[in-house]
Nanobody
Framework: VQLQASGGGLVQAGGSLRLSCAASGRTFSLRNMGWFRQYPGKEREFVAAITLTGRSRYYADSVKGRSTISRENAENTVYLQIDNLKPEDTAVYYC?????????????????????WGQGTLVTVSS
């Protein structure tokens, strides 16, 4: 499975972005999906996750209340909408695909729950 993330760019603080991640292959609908982000020189950190049915969604505290993860299985695509963007949201955002056997909210927040990663898309928020 290959993942292609897009939608990053330069946006002013307070604005919104919707990131997309398109997956190749036939098993997208059978997998959990996640978004992580990475600051320069830092480890990747969890942003949001959605289970294969879309019924369960999880968010990092830093984006909770102003972001929405969603998926369109018919299009093999997962989305991350972030509103009210802040300069501290500036990072490279990665989408990831994980095994649906992982159902724990805590485990879905960990990189280890995901086996395939996209190339990343840069989000820059200016103040």
């Amino acid at each position: 499975v290959q993942l292609q993330a897009s939608g990053g760019g330069l946006v002013q603080a307070g604005g919104s972005l919707r990131l997309s991640c398109a997956a190749s292959g036939r098993t997208f609908s059978l997998r959990n999906m996640g978004w992580f982000r990475q600051y320069p020189g830092k480890e990747r950190e969890f942003v949001a996750a959605i289970t294969l049915t879309g019924r369960s969604r999880y968010y990092a505290d830093s984006v909770k209340g102003r972001s929405t993860i969603s998926r369109e299985n018919a299009e093999n695509t997962v989305y991350l909408q972030i509103d009210n963007l802040k300069p501290e949201d500036t990072a490279v955002y990665y989408c990831a695909l994980g095994d649906a056997s992982v159902q724990s909210a805590n485990l879905l927040r960990a990189e280890a729950a995901y086996g395939s990663w996209g190339q990343g898309t840069l989000v820059t928020v200016s103040s």
